[in-house]
């Protein structure tokens, strides 16, 4: 898995591309993890890039959340595929995260 970390109006993007899954949620893990312990706490992941997640890669969204929200940050997701999404709304995290259409809609609902 290839991951991409931007800045855009102070808030960080993390861009992965291909499937979170078991093999990658370590990965995505250690990437938020460091982002969140340098205190950018204001995380938007674009999953655009996505086009499969397990509950491995969910449970890494859902303690990453966690760890930023301890901190008093977030982590958002926008730009989530059809077969991604619709693991969201299956598992009900649809209600728990904050989920965005647009990464610019993610960005400036931290406005």
């Known amino acids: ?29 250690r990437v938020l993890t460091e982002l969140i312990d340098k205190g950018q706490l204001k995380l938007v992941m674009d999953l655009g890039g996505v086009g499969y997640i397990d ?12 760890q930023a929200r301890a901190a008093g940050g977030n982590l958002k997701l926008c730009a989530l595929q059809d077969d991604v999404r619709s693991i969201f709304e299956m598992t009900r995290l649809i209600k728990v995260m904050s989920v965005h ?3 610019q809609e993610a960005v400036a609902s931290w406005g």
């Open 1 to 29: 898995m290839e991951i991409q970390v931007t800045q855009s109006q102070g808030v960080t993007v993390v861009v992965p591309s291909g499937d979170l899954d078991m093999g990658a949620a370590d990965q995505v893990r």
């Open 101 to 103: 259409v647009t990464r």
């Open 55 to 66: 509950s491995s890669g969910l449970g890494t969204l859902v303690a990453s959340m966690k």
